[in-house]
């Protein structure tokens, strides 16, 4: 640490600092270092007396940095900024920075949570928050600030560019299950917006874009959750996706000739070339039209090759769903 | 195929045994949860079958148990657990008490690890404030039905609603908490892919999901999942085991030990353990221990207790076929809703109520 310790700062000589207590032995004790001994002592005989003035803030701040897990500086540190009617917009250029520094901690996240609950500006929040998803892009805290902001916020400018948002995010990577939870959440779970109010016409286009990035990735599983996801939220058949799934559940030798480019059907495209085939999921699909037209022989000829052949981890799985389905026909 | 190598029990349990001894000035941060650390710590030689009260110095035994009942606090929100004395100062106060709005008041999940620590270590919880504790839990309930960490504030999600639970549940008393409210607040966390989310809207990821359905279990309200619910559950976790062999907690993420135990314990308790490739999961877990002891969440990185306590409990629910080689991949057998040894459980169940 290049700062002097609190107990040789003049500033502080009236303030009494205080030992942590240990009355017994201590479990796991931490053998901490002489600076964040010192900090705490100070931090401690602070939280004594109550004070709650601007050198608290460098107080808390100095154990934020040695320790950003420390729950209570955190908290007391909340305390004072509004004893002190403290300017909150320089506290959250402080947090833009602490917040990229220790991404995963909890406390980052919470003390922001609290602080934009006073200024009410979530604007430059969302721009904060697209900023570090770049650094970690699928870090669950700050994923949960976002959708938090949005659900809290609510209003027709916090959403207005939320769907180009996830858009992009899936552009950098399609595999990004965050990014795919969160169109779910935008699309489907959080109301309805301007201009989607046509509900069939949503479900619609989110089964064309959710194609599209199948063919693109065909062996997604969040791809394919979200297809799901869309499915049963609107209460769609799975037999209606028949037409696109079934090629992806083939291998290449059992592909139809290719069709010739001018009647591209731009609603179900096939696998490429390239893609590797056949697709588990695909073929869990698949079998799950044929359970659902309770045809549980075309099934169970599915899930065996599953079990046997595509996805033998997990063949305990495929032979449940067997047992399962005969069960269910009884 | 490899053979499975062996599990190193002495090895993880001396990892555990140095960590209570104590900590190097880096791990700083498991200060606000110290108490959780001990559980893991204890939980590890519960399981290895490296603990008990027989074998263990009466010393140890009656020091570590003072340690945990010093953290008891009581004050005008009722009666729980600090996660240590990391806010304790050595004069001018009482230290078992806490005073409105305080800054070290007592901690829903710090609560729940110190009971079954306790159970670990055999204790009669005479000194438990029973009444103190539904107090406490009553305090830290919302309006939405989540629990607040502490009576003051703090975070509110699915972790501390299943340790609320856990602690109705071992005290065999449930007038704490608004039973129907947090199953409300469970459900709004449930998502599109089976899983649940730490908090409503969030993505579902295994964690969450084990508390959830311990939670809902532990209430003996399985009937508010549909079968429909429980049958894409079941799918969701067990697409969650990747070809490492372990589980990865979240869609399209890498495997990571842990959630061996929150998705392999799930499984468990929907009545579908048996759908878990056990034995790559023992390949997996193996693949994560450290040379001189200890379990990572991933192989080459550094281990922790908590780490070699999730993957122990994952291999005591899920043993490799004939438990390994000369069996000695054979553990304790856990109770997955609570997560303990079926022994220590029992004991909480026997000694926490009145």
Known sequence: ?330 | MDPLPPLTKGAHATHCRRCLMGLPGSQVDIDPSKLALAFYCLGSLDLTGQFSIESTKTSDVELWRQWVWAQQTQGPRGTGFRPGNYMTADRGELPNLYSEGSDNPPHVIVTYTALLSLAILRDEFAQLDRPGIIKFLQACQNEDGSFSSEPYGGDADLRTTYCAFAISSMLDDWSGVRVENALNFIETCRTYEGGYGQAPFAEASGGPTYCALASIFLASKSDRLTDGERKQTIRWLVQNQVPSGGYRGRTNKDADACYCFWCGASLSILGAGQLTCELSLSKFIASCQFKFGGISKAPNEHPDPYHTYLSLAAVALCPPPNAGVGHNWKLQSLDPLLNANEATSRWARKHIPI
């Open chain 1, 1 to 330: 640490m290049d700062h002097p310790l609190f107990a040789d700062r003049p500033e502080w000589v009236d303030v009494v600092p205080l030992q942590q207590y240990e009355g017994v032995t201590p479990l796991a004790p931490i053998f901490y270092t002489p600076a964040y001994k010192d900090a705490t002592n100070y931090f401690r005989g602070i939280v004594k007396t109550g004070e709650k003035s601007a050198r608290v803030l460098d107080l808390t701040e100095n154990i934020i940095r040695q320790n950003p897990a420390h729950y209570s500086a955190w908290q007391y540190r909340y305390k004072t900024l509004m004893a002190l009617g403290a300017p909150l917009d320089v506290e959250l250029q402080l947090m833009d920075e602490l917040a990229v520094k220790y991404l995963k901690t909890y406390q980052v996240w919470h003390h922001r949570r609290l602080l934009v609950q006073q200024t009410e500006r979530p604007g430059p929040e969302l721009e904060f928050i697209a900023n570090a998803l770049q650094i970690d892009t699928k870090n669950y805290h700050t994923w949960s600030y976002r959708q938090w902001i949005l659900a809290h916020f609510n209003d027709d400018t916090v959403w207005s560019r939320e769907l180009q948002f996830v858009e992009s995010m899936l552009d950098n990577d399609v595999r990004n299950n965050s990014a795919w939870h969160h169109r779910f959440f935008v699309v489907f779970q959080s109301g309805v917006r301007k201009g989607d109010e046509a509900r069939d016409e949503v479900v619609r286009r989110e089964l064309t874009f959710v194609k599209a990035k199948i063919a693109i990735a065909p062996n997604n599983a969040s791809a394919w959750n979200y297809l799901r996801g869309v499915l049963d939220h609107s209460k769609t058949p799975y037999s209606n996706l028949e037409v696109f799934v079934a090629p992806y559940s083939l291998p290449h030798s059992a592909q139809e000739d290719a069709t010739p480019e001018d009647v591209i059907d731009l609603e179900n495209l096939l696998p490429s070339p390239g893609a590797q085939l056949p697709c588990v999921a695909a073929i869990e699909f698949m079998a799950d039209i044929y359970e659902s037209r309770e045809d549980p022989m075309k099934a169970t000829e599915l899930w065996k090759s599953l079990a046997h052949e595509y996805d033998t981890m997990r063949n305990k799985y495929w032979e449940y769903r067997i047992k399962e389905a005969i069960l269910n026909v009884r």
